[in-house]
């Protein structure tokens, strides 16, 4: 089987280039030169071989461009795609910093919103009541004369003993609900501060809208120390 083929093979190699002779005649003499048909064969393997690497080149010198441009371009519509989710990615990230901060302004409003009104209840208390439920007692002058002074004195160490305002941070969070309650109950009921304390201070008389902010601060409070628990 391989041997036909073999030969298949040189005789078509002979069939195609057959035998040539070239004969040159120089300085009077004659030469010849034999081209056999393997010499053939190989010379014209290498002339494709030599003629392929041309047109191959020649494809790649006249296309250069257009491939490096289409290259280009694939990168070019990376690139964008690329930026494109940057963008995206940097748009969610603002809006996530937007509500953090929004929720911060909001937080902070309240927070401050939080600490005028205790501080506005805080100079209520100060004013009207701390004269007898706190440490803090100015005490007036009458309370120095007899029998006016034992009134006054003893006013002032009951009250401190059913509500000491300096002493709040003691209370355990039971016993302050409770003192909330109360003082909010009190003031609502015009039983606090008493009566013949408002007779000689006039300007310590808590007002509809006062006894209103008070009652809010002990429901928040009374609220908050449930919470807390
Ligand atoms: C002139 C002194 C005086 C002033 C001012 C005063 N209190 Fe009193 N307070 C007392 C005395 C005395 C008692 C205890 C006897 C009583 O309940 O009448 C008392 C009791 C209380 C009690 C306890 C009630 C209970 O049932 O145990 C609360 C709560 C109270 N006061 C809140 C207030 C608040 C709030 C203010 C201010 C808005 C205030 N007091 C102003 C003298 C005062």
Redesign the pocket.
Known sequence: MAEPLIERVWAWLHATFPERQIYIRSDGRVQFFTFSPTLQATLAGLSLIFLGWVAFASVNVIFKDRIIAAKDHRYQQMQSTYEDRLADIQVSYDELNGALVSAEDTFKATADKLEAKQSTVAR??DR??????SQNTVWPWYSEVAPVSWV?I??????R???NLSDWAKYPPGGARD?LH??C???KDG????R???WA?RD?Q?TPQEQAT?CEWTDAERQRLADSR
Request: hydrophobic letters at 35%; glycine letters at 6%.
């Open positions: 209520l208390l009207s009541c701390s004269d007898c439920h006054v003893d006013d002032v160490q009951q009250g003993r059913h509500l003192k109360q003082i109950k009190e003031v039983g606090m501060p008493l013949e304390y408002l201070h310590r808590l008070i």
